[in-house]
C-alpha cells in the first residue's frame, strides 16, 4: 500500500519560514517525480515545485521562485519544501504528490497539510 504522509504545516506569520517533509512508503521512492502542490479556498490546486531524479534542475511556480526550495533525500525516501519569507497568499493545503517516471502515468497523494500564513 503507498503512502505519501506530509508534515509541518502550521501558522506563521508574514516573513516568516516553514520547513515541509513528505515521506513516502510503498513505492521505490527513486524512480518517481516528487512534485508539492497546494490548494488554497476557492482556487484550483496549483504546482508550487516539483524534483526529478538525477541531476535535473527542480521546477518551480512563479509565484514562490526565489522563496522556496525542494529536495530529496533517496535514502529516507523523503521529499522536503523549505519555505522562506512567507506571504499571506500563500495559504494553502499543500498536498506531497509522487509521479512514475518515466512516462508519468501513475500519480499518488498525500492527505495534505495546512499552512496559515496571517499578515
Known amino acids: 500500500q503507498v503512502q505519501l504522509v506530509e508534515s509541518g504545516g502550521g501558522s506563521v506569520q508574514s516573513g516568516g519560514s516553514l520547513r515541509l517533509s513528505c515521506t513516502a512508503s510503498g513505492i521505490i521512492f527513486s524512480m518517481y517525480e516528487m512534485n508539492w502542490y497546494r490548494q488554497a479556498p476557492g482556487k484550483e490546486r496549483e504546482l508550487v515545485a516539483g524534483i526529478s531524479t538525477g541531476d535535473s534542475s527542480p521546477d518551480y511556480g512563479d509565484s514562490v521562485k526565489g522563496r522556496f526550495t525542494i529536495s530529496r533525500d533517496n535514502t529516507k525516501n523523503s521529499v522536503y519544501l523549505q519555505m522562506n519569507n512567507l506571504k499571506p497568499d500563500d495559504t494553502a493545503v499543500y498536498y506531497c504528490?509522487?509521479?512514475?517516471?518515466?512516462?508519468?502515468?501513475?500519480?499518488?497523494w498525500g492527505k495534505g497539510t495546512l499552512v496559515s500564513v496571517s499578515s
Open positions: 504528490n509522487a509521479r512514475s517516471l518515466p512516462w508519468r502515468s501513475v500519480d499518488y
